[in-house]
């Protein structure tokens, strides 16, 4: 199983990450740090987002406008896109993330030894389709106030705004 790889300061570069997508208009649902489940490897780490605006216009087309904001100064340089994991609210990775609601960072067990039960903390790891999680690498994000069908106008906000930073 994966070590912890998000330290705060990775974890604050992420959130800086997101900001600066949503001040250039882009709708982020969910945002998490994940690794894959059979990973012992730090550069395994991605930050992981899903956004109801990838269903209407798709991952490729996003990706070209996340490359274009990082080349452009227009999101922190920390996070740089090969990193960074989309999917739409419809796809299993983003119907699962849904479901997931205040869950414990740690566990406890009891545990018998020589002194009689003692309690030991254990981290707690959420599995979502292939790859994992923890409680702490969850960003709690508000919404954006996007009515259904609005996906396309909210795309074409966020592409201008990134189209406008200066090249």
Do not use: C
């Not at 990973?39 to 990838?54: E, F, G, R, Y």
């Amino acid at each position: 199983m994966a070590e912890d790889f998000v330290d705060l300061s990775r974890f604050e570069a992420g959130k800086r990450y997101i900001d600066a997508l949503e001040k250039l208009g882009f709708s982020v649902d969910y945002a998490l740090w994940t690794v894959p489940s059979d990973t012992d490897v730090p550069d395994d780490t991605q930050l992981s987002i899903v956004s109801h605006i990838i269903e209407a216009v798709g991952s490729n087309t996003v990706y070209e406008l996340l490359f274009k904001a990082y080349e452009r100064a227009g999101t922190p340089p920390e996070i740089d896109p090969w990193i960074v994991s989309l999917y739409g609210t419809n796809t299993a990775f983003g119907r699962h993330v849904t479901t997931i609601h205040d869950v414990a960072d740690e566990a406890y067990l009891t545990i018998m030894t020589e002194d009689g039960p003692q309690k030991q903390a254990v981290q707690t790891w959420l599995q979502i389709v292939d790859r994992f999680t923890k409680p702490r690498w969850i960003y709690k994000l508000a919404h954006f106030d996007d009515k259904p069908g609005d996906d396309w106008w909210a795309f074409e906000r966020f592409r201008r705004n990134v189209e406008a930073l200066a090249a």
